[in-house]
Nanobody, 120 residues
């Protein structure tokens, strides 16, 4: 059994910064791509950023230049550094990972979500 546990959400003023973390734990053989998605009220879940096991990254246009995704493969952890936050960045942020368990069964896993609120 593998789980993703997110942390780092909270309330921040516009222009502020937050750092999200998502740690995978359990019976892990390997992790391929990891990423962050977000969902605001009454909106569809959208991609924020992804990173491959080799470190290649992809960002939504709306966060380019402000957010940075990174990962620590030794810790099975992915991070999202969010700078210059805007009110429109407010959402529940979800971690996603492509996991292969010890039984060699691959699947994609979602975290429980962490709330990011941007407000003065």
């Amino acid at each position: 059994q593998v789980q993703l546990v997110e942390s780092g959400g909270g309330l921040v003023q516009p222009g502020g910064s937050l750092r999200l973390a998502c740690a995978a734990s359990g019976s892990i053989f390997s992790i391929s791509s990891m990423g962050w998605y977000r969902q605001a009220p009454e909106k569809q879940r959208e991609l924020v950023a992804t990173i491959t096991s080799g470190g290649s990254t992809n960002y939504a246009d709306s966060v380019k230049g402000r957010f940075t995704i990174s990962r620590d493969n030794a810790k099975n952890t992915v991070y999202l550094q969010m700078n210059n936050l805007k009110p429109e960045d407010a959402a529940v942020y979800y971690c996603n990972a492509g996991v292969t368990a010890l039984n060699r069964v691959p699947y994609r896993l979602w975290g429980q979500g962490t709330q990011v609120t941007v407000s003065s």
